[in-house]
């Protein structure tokens, strides 16, 4: 199991952390050779969730030879809160002759929650939960989500991608607060690998 908070970190977690470091490594030592720059989006919602905390209101993503990087800001992300659960879907699509996103990586919005990565068909799950190194971090002090999916994730040979993000904050049942980046279901534009 994947937690937020790494009160139960399994040892396929730690092996993911591990490898992701070593990729960024790579990438660094990679980057002094040859500056060529990730290529990289961000992207703006306006504040039109503002019943929930979690209000989107950026996404940036990066996408170079390591992990595909996502930074997600939301209006006042806290590590605990009473104002019930909430998460953030971010799916991606890495293949353009399958229709739609072909992962999505969902987590819970309070420190601690599980976050699981699985591949999808037609936005919906189509495989167990994925053992490919990928992390999700909660920074409530500076109100963002840091997500990593590493490439064997992604698709060794994938040079393009786009993502798709959605808040769902469900403190009032009978009142979901869904905020989509964007229009529902639209995706970033497609980024090549930098
Ligand atoms: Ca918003
Ligand atoms: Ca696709």
Redesign the pocket.
């Given at each position: 199991m994947h937690t937020t908070d790494g009160r139960t970190t399994p040892r396929r977690r730690r092996r993911g952390i591990a490898a992701l470091a070593a990729g960024a490594v790579a990438a660094t030592a990679l980057g002094t050779a040859a500056p060529a720059a990730a290529e990289r989006g961000s992207y703006t919602?306006?504040?039109?969730?503002t019943a929930s905390l979690n209000?989107?209101?950026r996404v940036t993503v990066a996408h170079n030879d390591g992990p595909l990087r996502l930074r997600v800001r939301?209006?006042d992300l806290r590590a605990t809160s009473d104002g019930g659960p909430a998460g953030l879907s971010v799916w991606v699509d890495t293949d353009r002759s399958t229709r739609g996103p072909d992962l999505r990586l969902g987590t819970g919005l309070q420190s601690g929650t599980d976050y699981q990565l699985v591949r999808t068909t037609g936005w919906k799950p189509s495989s167990e939960v994925l053992t490919c190194p990928y992390s999700v971090r909660l920074r409530p002090v500076k109100d963002v989500v840091d997500l990593r999916i590493s490439r064997p994730c992604l698709g060794g040979d994938t040079d393009e991608v786009r993502v798709a993000v959605l808040?769902d904050d469900r403190f009032d049942p009978s009142h979901p607060v869904r905020?989509?980046?964007g229009a529902r279901r639209s995706s970033t534009p497609w980024l090549d690998r930098g």
């Open positions: 919602d306006p504040a039109d969730a209000d989107l209101r939301v209006t808040m905020d989509w980046l």
